[in-house]
């Protein structure tokens, strides 16, 4: 249930999902994602507010508001992002026994990301309205639905599914690619090519994918739409009001240290906690020397 090979296989840069089962696949994302959450949850609420033009709170009370929703969007995101990116690995090699190639493992997590974002939307306007407004994980989204209708709970889908394909190529794909080849080419230590890596692919991801986060954000924010639209009336507003460039990019630095801090956390936490998770098909992370 739980194994799928009688050798330990090692997870190195983070590239072998695709031995996994989906069940350790999904556990391990989620174990990720919440731990991740639990540390840099601040800087998501930051970046959030800055974006919509509303003050940074250092309010304990404030800042940690709608932190149980967001461990579950993370960990429940991670969770459908490992085991998409599992699947799609799967599906590339075709039942071949190989390594996979790098571009296959950015292909496999885009695709994964893209698919991800549809519940990560909805998880994402619950939070946002309970940062702006409070509530709980129950009633923020019951008032959504109260003065939207039911199809106010997809506000935001489409950019926040263009959003995560980027994402998780970048936390999935390009960093540990990139740790592999730091640490294969240039002889680094483990967690400096993570480190590195982590940096390189999230300053990438973070500015490819900020005008679509952005959009989504403000949107998710304004759930009734009274000033944020469709995706392109929302894109209008913030250019007309700020600007193309600051306004798109509202909050671009709080969150390239909040993705480059996920994509070391998410990696770091998966790497470690695997071979405890599934001590008979994971090996232990070689020790630096």
């Known amino acids: ?90 599906m590339l090699l075709g039942g071949e026994k190989r390594p996979l190639k790098s571009d296959e493992e950015i292909k496999a997590a885009f695709m994964a990301g893209l698919v991800g974002g549809v519940p990560c939307a909805v998880w994402e306007l619950t939070m946002i309205q309970q940062q702006r407004f409070g509530g709980s994980i129950i009633s923020a989204p019951k008032r959504v639905i109260a003065e939207t209708g039911i199809m106010g709970l997809t506000r935001g ?44 692919s999230s300053l990438f991801a973070a500015t490819l994918s900020h005008p679509m986060d952005t959009i989504k954000t403000c949107q998710q924010g304004d759930a009734n739409g009274v000033k944020y639209g469709s995706i392109q009336a929302t894109a209008s507003t913030l250019v007309a009001e700020y600007g193309a460039a600051q306004g798109l990019f ?24 695997a071979p405890i998770m599934f001590p008979q098909v994971v090996a232990a992370p070689e020790a630096a020397p």
């Open 157 to 200: 889908m489409v950019p926040c599914m263009g959003r995560e394909a980027l994402f998780t190529m970048g936390m999935l794909g390009l960093s540990p690619v990139l740790q592999k080849k730091f640490k294969d080419d240039f002889n680094m230590e483990p967690n400096s090519a993570l480190a590195a890596g982590a940096l390189l």
């Open 250 to 273: 509202k909050g671009l630095a709080w969150r390239t240290v909040l993705i480059t801090t996920t994509f070391f956390l998410v990696n770091k936490i998966k790497q470690g906690i």
């Open 1 to 90: 249930f739980f194994s799928v090979s009688n050798s330990p296989i090692n997870m190195g840069g983070g590239l072998d999902l695709g031995q996994l089962t989906p069940l350790q696949n999904l556990a391990l994302g989620t174990v990720s994602g919440v731990g991740c959450k639990m540390t840099n949850y601040p800087l998501l609420v930051w970046k959030n507010a800055t974006q919509q033009g509303l003050p940074l709170s250092m309010n304990p009370a404030v800042v940690y508001r709608g932190l149980p929703m967001a461990c579950m969007n993370l960990g429940g995101t991670t969770a459908v992002q490992f085991w998409f990116t599992g699947f799609f690995q799967k």
